[in-house]
């Protein structure tokens, strides 16, 4: 099965300019977790960089980043911002073995289809050194669905999440759930989760 889902990724090449100027903050708090577990100078894959908000803060902080976005337009619109490369990157695309000592998926990983999540799981889980970091933010729920928008979504419990991370071996799994919104401003309650190798 294809992680990929044609209305979503239609979204966010139609919407690719608004999406990555709307001004969102970087994610701090989580940032500053997930950096917490790195050596300086960390060398970082982020999927789903959307605007490059995240990117570029971790970029200002010396480490060596590796933005990417599935969808060609937003990625250039992430470049233009950064001034920096962005790569095109389908999840499904991940090839990497042993390479990045952190890997940052904020709301992205969320837009997988459940059945294809597993397979992307485990080359993250490949694709970082030994005892490297993986953090993924998901909106929470209990059946796969589409937003207003027409954009799809996992919407995992943690006890489904913490099922499928299991199969892979991780040496430590921390999951916390913090209400917030996103880019439709509906309340959303949000699972941050945190593996290490």
Known sequence: M??????????????????????????????????????A????????????????????RGYDVHPTDGTPELAAEA???????????????????????????????????????????????????????FYASYKAGEAEGRDRFDRFYNYPSEQWLRELYAQFGWGKIEITELTGSGYDNEPTNWLHVTATK
């Not at 209305?7 to 701090?28: H, K, L, M, N, Q």
């Not at 790569?87 to 940052?104: M, P, T, W």
């Open 41 to 60: 100078g960390a060398s970082i894959l982020e999927l789903g960089c959307g605007g490059g908000q995240d990117s570029r803060y971790m970029l200002d």
């Open 79 to 133: 470049a233009k911002r950064l001034n920096h490369l962005v790569g095109v990157l389908l999840f499904e695309d991940i090839d990497a073995q042993g390479q990045y000592h952190g890997i940052f998926a904020n709301a992205c990983l969320l837009h997988v289809p459940r059945a294809a999540l597993p397979a992307i799981i485990g080359k993250i889980h490949t694709a970082l050194k030994p005892s490297g970091t």
């Open 2 to 39: 294809t992680a990929k889902d044609t209305d979503t990724i239609g979204f966010y090449a139609r919407e690719a300019e608004a999406y990555a100027s709307r001004g969102r903050e970087p994610a701090v708090i989580q940032l500053d977790q997930f950096l917490a577990h790195l050596p």
